[in-house]
């Protein structure tokens, strides 16, 4: 009887001694500095608000404990990481990565959301290089909710997007939803028109393709509603922006062609709509033919700038009537290999504000698949392919030097 009573009172001392233990560090292992680093968007004021909230989190030790693995505590959705370290008994150090900005909605206020379609900030205050997504049918946002929109459904198309767009390494300005469902990308000055919610990795791809062929400053539609990945016809319809702006930089330039259409008849260039092979899914330009349709007129013929008409119907006629700026249909390369001659397909604007494939320089003359001189180009001081839009090409190796 009196050995349980002794081991009773040994196995209460333990446990007391244990408690005061837990208590002394408790109390005297206090959290009295936070040092945060990695943080951008939200202060260190905040985050430590968001890690210490009672009693207990405020001790170093079980900050310490309970973060070891990373774990990020329910008051602090917007981290995407966090590491707490213990640098004394009474500091931390917490290294943290927020999450990424996505997309943000307008809502009188703007609502940011991230990958995860989740509502991370509301506020006044709007942020560089995110786009806004405008025409979605939305309800009233929560912060730290999933983005009400009509459906669940039109989020993840919202998201899908969103992560193509980033893959390829597109910056767009804003995603438009039509009242059809019908969905448009603005990049720079480029307007795509994507259509339904189909296919949209393959339009993404080929839009890709497409806008590395053109310069910052090109302007106008990209109509890519029936792009299945099969590379059907994409056409391109310039606007007047960026025809006035290529007539000025043409002039400046000495470029050997016109755009075929005086000073004042602008309107023939802004009406022309190119038709343009589609690209592979990969991304990279598919051959084919480069056909062109003008808006009022069939198929225009390449010309010299001497037998321009000055109607601004966007058509006219060769000064011989053999030249053509359409690629050959089948793809092949009819160019050879003699000295002078690249070996590089290209890709330009001619004058008609048509893409022309399979392009090289021969003897400092810039010819299609045909061997015909593509109007509008020409090889500068530096051996490099100018075309129509002033896009400076690398005739060695096709790339674009002024796409900045």
Request: proline share 2%; aromatic share 6%; net charge negative.
């Given at each position: 009887?009196?050995?349980?009573?002794?081991?009773?009172?040994?196995?209460?001392?333990?446990?007391?001694?244990?408690?005061?233990?837990?208590?002394?560090?408790?109390?005297?292992?206090?959290?009295?500095?936070?040092?945060?680093?990695?943080?951008?968007?939200?202060s260190a004021e905040e985050i430590e608000e968001g890690l210490i909230t009672d009693f207990l989190s405020g001790s170093t030790l079980y900050l310490?404990?309970?973060?070891?693995?990373?774990?990020?505590?329910?008051?602090?959705?917007?981290?995407?990481?966090?590491?707490?370290?213990?640098?004394?008994?009474?500091?931390?150090r917490v290294t943290v990565s927020e999450k990424e900005l996505v997309g943000y909605f307008d809502t009188g206020s703007y609502a940011y959301f991230?990958?995860?379609?989740?509502?991370?900030?509301?506020?006044?205050?709007?942020?560089?290089?995110?786009?806004?997504?405008?025409?979605?049918?939305?309800?009233?946002?929560?912060?730290?909710?999933?983005?009400?929109?009509?459906?669940?459904?039109?989020?993840?198309?919202?998201?899908?997007?969103?992560?193509?767009?980033?893959?390829?390494?597109?910056?767009?300005?804003?995603?438009?939803?039509?009242?059809?469902?019908?969905?448009?990308?603005?990049?720079?000055?480029?307007?795509?028109?994507?259509?339904?919610?189909?296919?949209?990795?393959?339009?993404?791809?080929?839009?890709?393709?497409?806008?590395?062929?053109?310069?910052?400053?090109?302007?106008?539609?990209?109509?890519?509603?029936?792009?299945?990945?099969?590379?059907?016809?994409?056409?391109?319809?310039?606007?007047?922006?960026?025809?006035?702006?290529?007539?000025?930089?043409?002039?400046?330039?000495?470029?050997?062609?016109?755009?075929?259409?005086?000073?004042?008849?602008?309107?023939?260039?802004?009406?022309?709509?190119?038709?343009?092979?589609?690209?592979?899914?990969?991304?990279?330009?598919?051959?084919?033919?480069?056909?062109?349709?003008?808006?009022?007129?069939?198929?225009?013929?390449?010309?010299?700038?001497?037998?321009?008409?000055?109607?601004?119907?966007?058509?006219?006629?060769?000064?011989?009537?053999?030249?053509?700026?359409?690629?050959?249909?089948?793809?092949?390369?009819?160019?050879?290999?003699?000295?002078?001659?690249?070996?590089?397909?290209?890709?330009?604007?001619?004058?008609?504000?048509?893409?022309?494939?399979?392009?090289?320089?021969?003897?400092?003359?810039?010819?299609?698949?045909?061997?015909?001189?593509?109007?509008?180009?020409?090889?500068?001081?530096?051996?490099?392919?100018?075309?129509?839009?002033?896009?400076?090409?690398?005739p060695d190796t096709g790339d674009v030097l002024n796409l900045n």
């Amino acid at each position: 009887m009196r050995q349980k009573r002794k081991r009773r009172l040994t196995n209460f001392i333990i446990l007391l001694a244990a408690v005061l233990v837990i208590l002394t560090v408790l109390f005297v292992f206090r959290v009295r500095k936070v040092t945060v680093s990695g943080n951008s968007r939200y202060s260190a004021e905040e985050i430590e608000e968001g890690l210490i909230t009672d009693f207990l989190s405020g001790s170093t030790l079980y900050l310490w404990w309970t973060c070891r693995d990373g774990d990020i505590p329910d008051t602090m959705p917007y981290l995407a990481s966090m590491k707490v370290q213990m640098t004394s008994p009474f500091a931390v150090r917490v290294t943290v990565s927020e999450k990424e900005l996505v997309g943000y909605f307008d809502t009188g206020s703007y609502a940011y959301f991230d990958e995860d379609g989740i509502i991370l900030e509301i506020t006044d205050e709007l942020y560089d290089d995110i786009p806004i997504i405008t025409g979605a049918s939305l309800g009233e946002v929560t912060l730290y909710q999933k983005a009400p929109t009509e459906s669940s459904s039109q989020l993840r198309t919202i998201l899908s997007l969103l992560e193509l767009l980033d893959y390829q390494e597109l910056t767009a300005s804003e995603i438009r939803f039509a009242e059809d469902s019908e969905i448009t990308v603005y990049i720079g000055y480029i307007e795509a028109v994507l259509g339904q919610d189909e296919y949209l990795e393959e339009k993404i791809a080929n839009l890709k393709a497409i806008l590395n062929t053109m310069s910052a400053s090109s302007a106008g539609t990209l109509h890519l509603e029936n792009v299945t990945g099969k590379n059907e016809d994409i056409t391109f319809t310039p606007s007047d922006e960026v025809i006035v702006e290529t007539e000025t930089e043409s002039e400046t330039g000495d470029t050997a062609d016109s755009s075929g259409a005086e000073e004042s008849g602008t309107t023939q260039a802004a009406s022309d709509t190119s038709t343009l092979s589609g690209a592979t899914t990969d991304g990279g330009a598919a051959s084919g033919t480069a056909d062109s349709t003008g808006s009022d007129t069939g198929t225009s013929d390449s010309a010299d700038s001497s037998d321009s008409s000055d109607d601004g119907s966007g058509s006219a006629d060769s000064a011989d009537g053999s030249d053509t700026d359409t690629a050959a249909a089948d793809g092949t390369d009819d160019a050879d290999t003699d000295d002078g001659e690249s070996t590089v397909d290209l890709m330009v604007f001619n004058s008609s504000g048509q893409l022309v494939y399979h392009v090289h320089v021969k003897d400092g003359v810039v010819i299609d698949s045909s061997g015909n001189e593509v109007p509008g180009c020409y090889v500068n001081e530096d051996g490099n392919v100018v075309d129509a839009y002033m896009n400076i090409i690398d005739p060695d190796t096709g790339d674009v030097l002024n796409l900045n």
